[in-house]
């Protein structure tokens, strides 16, 4: 199976959590100062939730859109909502405390401050990661420090001071482990499971993915250009006869390209399709030779150096042929991911039905080992002849280049009679800048990307 960029984390529903020893090498029952800190995406805002808690002691949770900070004895701090936490997006929370005061932060940024005061309290119960949690859970560090706000900051991406940390628990492998100094156990209970995730953009029913402002990512565009597309896809209908990839024009026309499957006749998967031009035909259609099963990523790619059209699967050469020009040529393009173009609409018989986590379109065509090397790694976006970096690894889907100016367009296939259950509502934003992270409304936005496909670990 090929290495699609994927992670682990705990999965928490319901009353599932993870539990750890009594004690810590630091004290959080606000005799002492100290940080917590963690990775933490929630599915459901609940009306009170813990990160990490010792009942009748400590809780670091959420109260609905509030961050929270608990030490019994003391008043509750709560974050100001005017950044309020959200459902399906990594959220990097923190609390310090010295002093009788406690700041948090959101994001690395400082949210609230609040000077407290009472009488902290004492149990002999274990602390306790994701308690009534609806959500999943990537690390929790506890500090034996108030950090700095520049600590804050820091430790959000970059691995904290040793000396600061009192614990380290790190959901990132399996089975998890404590990182600190004292190694302390942790078990999961409730039916907590750690899994596999995937970042990527889900597609199905009738809907689609369509790239704008992006006129000149044109494969197949000027007859005989030399391109590569690459791309990560999971299927997971196995009966859908025609599932597309990746569609640059209409399919009635005589010019640009299109990479799709289409369900194998005799053997089980799917048959990988490029094609030049118009309607699947001999002269323009390359079919693979081996398959792509469902229910499992799939790195496919075409190639086209000018005279050969090839086929990759999972890094293997799968197909190749002699073909020559696209009858028409198209100065611009008109992209579309997840389905295919007819008479100018999106065709509801094309729609992918599983995932798809990352798109590399390039100018020329890559090597049997370049390809293999994109597999295991992304490239970097400011590589020469990378004109497109599709990444459904956030929300919304960005394309990481100073170079690319694109926009996503998440709409349904108009083409259709049957019901259009679909996870989406058509929806853009404007790119400014390298690393857009503008907020649509939620009321019009689509999240293309949080937690798609997951598995348990053994």
Known sequence: MPDVPSYLTLHLSAFAHAETAADLPVKLDGSQPFSIDGWVRLSGLCASASIFRKAGVFDFGVAGEALTLSINGYPTVYSDTADPLTENEWRYVCATF???????????????????????????????????????????????????????????????????????????????????????????????????????????????????????????????????VQVW?????????????????????????????????????????????????????????????PNRWANIATTFDGTTLSIYIDGELAGQGAFGPVPSMRLES??????????????AATSLQGHLARIDVWSRALSAEEISQSMAAAPDPATPDLTALYEFASAPARTPSPVIRSAWRMGRSFQTRSPTSVRTKSWSWSRTGTRPNHRAPRSKCWRSCGLDSISPTS
């Open 98 to 228: 010295a002093g009788g005061q406690a700041r948090l932060y959101i994001d690395g940024n400082f949210n609230a401050f609040q000077a407290i005061s009472g009488q902290g309290q004492t149990s002999a119960d274990a602390f306790e990661i994701g308690h009534t949690l609806q959500g999943q859970i990537r690390s929790v560090r506890v500090y034996n420090t108030a950090l700095s706000a520049d600590q804050v900051m820091a430790a959000m991406y970059g691995t904290p001071d040793a000396g600061a940390i009192a614990a380290w628990f790190d959901f990132t492998a399996n089975p998890p482990s404590d990182l600190g100094p004292a190694h302390l156990p942790i078990s999961l209970s409730s039916k907590a499971r750690m899994m596999v995730e995937t970042p990527s953009v889900a597609i199905a029913a009738t809907a689609y993915a369509q790239p704008i402002w992006d006129e000149d990512v044109n494969p197949g565009g000027l007859q005989t250009d030399p391109y590569t």
């Open 233 to 293: 896809a999971y299927v997971e209908d196995p009966d859908a006869p025609v599932q597309a990839l990746f569609v640059n024009g209409d399919l009635e026309t005589d010019s640009g390209m299109a990479l799709y499957l289409e369900r194998a006749e005799n053997e089980p998967g799917f048959v990988v399709k490029s094609q030049r031009g118009s309607i699947d035909e001999l002269d323009t259609t390359l079919a693979s030779t081996t398959t792509v099963l």
């Open 334 to 347: 008109d992209l579309l991911i997840g389905a295919a173009l007819s008479h100018g609409s999106p065709l």
